[in-house]
Structures are given as C-alpha cells and as structure tokens.
Nanobody, 115 residues
Framework: QVQLVESGGGLVQAGGSLRLSCAAS????????MAWYRQAPGKQRDFVAR???????NYADSVRERFTISRDPAKNTIDLQMNSLKPDDTAVYYC?????????WGQGTQVTVSS
C-alpha cells in the first residue's frame, strides 16, 4: 500500500517562500513521475508541477519561474520550493502519483499567503 505524506505548509506573507516535502512508503519515487497539485477553496484541484524519473520538469503557467520541483535522494522526498508567493497561491497542496492504474494522493498540506 502506497502512502504519500506532505509537510511544510503554513502561513506566509506575500513575497515569502515555503518548501513543501512529499515522503512516500516504498520506492514509488523511482518507478514513475511525481506531481504536485493544489486546490483552493471552492475550486477544482489543479496541476502545479511534475518531475519525471529522469528529472525532467513541467510547471503550470501560473507558477513557472517561482516554483521548483525536485527530488532529494538523501531525504527520499519530492520537494516543492515556492518563492515569491502570492495570495492566489493559497490552497491545499497535494502530492500525487499514478502507478499501474491506481491514483495515489497524500492528505494535503495547507498553504496560506496573506497580503
């Protein structure tokens, strides 16, 4: 059973930074791409960033140049470095994986950006 656990959320002022981490049971990070999504209150869950097993990355237009997704082999996590945060970035952030026909989501971590 795969479990994804996010951490690192919190309250930050606009222009600030946060670093989110996603830890997983098993070797799920090495078997396919990983992604971050977010869901703001009353809105659908949206794609934020993706990293392949080879390290290629993709970003939503709204976060490109501000957010960076990466792997940390030492901690065995997928991290999301978020800089120049805006109030519109306020959301619950989720780690996501799709493996062998199954979807895996973490429980989410709240990010709140005050103006």
């Amino acid at each position: 059973q795969v479990q994804l656990v996010e951490s690192g959320g919190g309250l930050v002022q606009a222009g600030g930074s946060l670093r989110l981490s996603c830890a997983a049971s098993g070797n799920i990070f090495g078997t396919g791409p990983m992604a971050w999504y977010r869901q703001a209150p009353g809105k659908q869950r949206d794609f934020v960033a993706r990293i392949s097993t080879g390290g290629s990355t993709n970003y939503a237009d709204s976060v490109r140049e501000r957010f960076t997704i990466s792997r940390d082999p030492a901690k065995n996590t997928i991290d999301l470095q978020m800089n120049s945060l805006k109030p519109d970035d306020t959301a619950v952030y989720y780690c996501f994986a799709f493996r062998l026909g199954s979807y895996y989501w973490g429980q989410g971590t709240q990010v709140t950006v005050s103006s």
